[in-house]
């Protein structure tokens, strides 16, 4: 919100903790890439496969991707189309590099 306001959010992989608490304040969608999870309903929310991918993006205002997309290569899909927010510790190296922002509360 300090930063973006109230953006419609892409949420790019599935992260319970992060998704429950962002529900109650943030409109957004997620994409992920586990079968077993692609449309449960998770927070009140649809959890949406790959396939809704370029829907999801064209919705939203802001990303908020795992650092997995960088492993799996899901991150040319979205990369430098919209401000991006990366989350997890697989990111962390890749961020700091290109200096992409990254979100890690206890991160140093």
């Excluded at 692609?38 to 939203?60: Q, Y």
């Excluded at 990303?63 to 990111?91: E, H, M, Q, R, W």
Aim: proline content about 5%.
């Amino acid at each position: 919100m300090e930063h973006f306001g109230k953006p419609r959010i892409a949420f790019i992989g599935y992260q319970p903790a992060m998704i429950e608490r962002l529900s109650a304040s943030f409109e957004f969608r997620v994409v992920d890439l586990d079968r077993d999870i692609i449309g449960a309903k998770r927070f009140g929310l649809i959890i949406e496969g790959p396939e809704s991918t370029a829907d999801v993006l064209e919705w939203s205002d802001i990303i908020l991707a795992t650092g997995s997309t960088c492993v799996n290569n899901t991150i040319a899909d979205f990369l430098n189309k919209k401000p991006v927010i990366f989350y997890g510790v697989t990111i962390a190296g890749f961020a700091f590099v290109y200096g992409y922002r990254r979100f890690c509360p206890y991160g140093k």
